[in-house]
């Protein structure tokens, strides 16, 4: 299966969807960078996992919080 995602730019503002989905999200507007997006989307995925494991073994969560950390490079333009 394939999804596509479809990042816009309109009027000085970029717009995030995926194909076949009505949701469309003003990234601007969110104030978020890329890259607060790529670690938000690494802990739901980390997340996801966890609650199929729990379900799976047949357990409960009633809170759970991850935090996923991103560590600017000190010298070049980047996160480890």
Do not use: P, W
């Not at 790529?38 to 494991?53: D, K, N, P, Q, R």
């Not at 600017?72 to 480890?80: A, I, L």
């Amino acid at each position: 299966m394939e999804k596509i995602a479809v990042v816009d730019y309109k009027d000085n503002q970029f717009f995030g969807k995926i194909e076949g989905k009505d949701t469309v999200i003003n990234l601007t507007e969110t104030g978020l960078r890329a890259t607060d997006f790529m670690l938000i989307s690494v802990g739901y995925c980390f997340g996801l996992t966890v609650e199929a494991y729990v379900n799976h073994k047949g357990y409960k969560i009633e809170d759970l919080q991850i935090k996923v950390v991103g560590k600017k490079h000190e010298k070049e333009n980047r996160y480890e």
